[in-house]
C-alpha cells in the first residue's frame, strides 16, 4: 500500500471527509485531495503532523513507498545545492560589497574606476541569486532596513561628490552622468543592505 492509498485509508477509519482532514491539518481540501491521488506528497514537516493525526509511525507512512522515498531524495540533494549556492554568493557578496565601501581609497586613479560598474552590475545579479533562495517569511525588512538603504546609498554619494563636480562634458551629458550614478548609488545601497540582512540566514546554513 502506497502513501496515497495510507492517506484514504486512515482517514476512512475514522470517518472523516477530505475538508475535515484538511482544516486539521490546516491546509486546502485540494491538497488532501492531491495526497490521495498520488499527484503530490507533503513536506517533512507536514507528514510529521500527519503522523501525529493519525497516531501512526513516519516509517508506517512511508514504507512500501519508493516513489515517495525517491521524491524526498531528490528534494534533499536539490536543498543541498541550493544551500551551498546561497553560501558561495553571500560570501562574494560580502567581498564585492567591502570592496565598493572601501572604493574612495583603494580606487583612487581613474583606471581602477572603471571597474567600480563592472563590481555594481556583479553584485547587483549576485544579489538576485541570492533573494532567489531565501525564506521571505524570516526576512523582515521594516524601518531599519530602509534606514540601512539609505544610509548607505548617501555615505556613497558624499564620499564621490568630487568626481561628480569634475566631469566634462556637455550639461546633457553631464546630468545623465550624475543621474547613473545616484541610480547606481540606490542599488549599491540595496544589495548592500541586503547582505547584511541576510546574514541570519547565512549562519543559520552554514550551522546545517
Not at 475535515?20 to 503530490?40: P, Q, Y
Not at 512511508?62 to 516513489?67: P, Q
Not at 562634458?169 to 542599488?187: A, E, M, P
Amino acid at each position: 500500500m502506497n502513501f496515497a492509498q495510507k492517506m484514504k485509508s486512515y482517514r476512512q477509519k475514522n470517518n472523516w471527509t477530505q475538508q475535515e482532514v484538511a482544516e486539521r491539518l490546516n491546509v486546502s481540501r485540494k491538497t488532501i485531495s492531491s495526497w490521495e491521488n498520488s499527484r503530490s506528497y507533503p513536506d517533512i514537516f507536514m507528514l510529521v503532523q500527519i503522523s501525529d493525526l493519525y497516531r501512526v509511525s513516519l516509517d508506517d507512512l512511508l514504507r512500501e513507498d519508493h516513489k515517495m522515498i525517491d521524491s524526498y531524495k531528490q528534494e534533499h540533494e536539490i536543498n543541498k545545492k541550493e544551500r551551498r549556492t546561497f553560501i558561495f554568493s553571500y560570501i562574494i557578496n560580502v567581498i564585492m560589497s567591502v570592496i565598493l565601501l572601501a572604493k574612495p581609497v583603494i580606487m583612487g586613479n581613474l583606471t581602477l574606476r572603471k571597474f567600480t560598474w563592472v563590481l555594481v552590475l556583479a553584485l547587483i545579479f549576485n544579489t538576485l541569486v541570492l533573494l532567489k533562495y531565501i525564506d521571505w517569511k524570516r526576512l523582515k525588512m521594516k524601518y531599519g532596513f530602509y534606514l540601512c538603504w539609505l544610509v548607505l546609498a548617501v555615505m556613497q554619494f558624499e564620499l564621490t561628490t568630487s568626481s561628480l563636480s569634475t566631469m566634462p562634458g556637455d550639461i546633457h551629458n553631464y546630468l545623465g552622468y550624475v543621474s547613473g550614478r545616484i541610480t547606481g548609488y540606490i542599488l549599491f545601497g540595496f544589495c548592500v543592505t541586503a547582505t547584511i540582512w541576510l546574514y541570519p540566514q547565512f549562519k543559520s546554513k552554514i550551522e546545517q
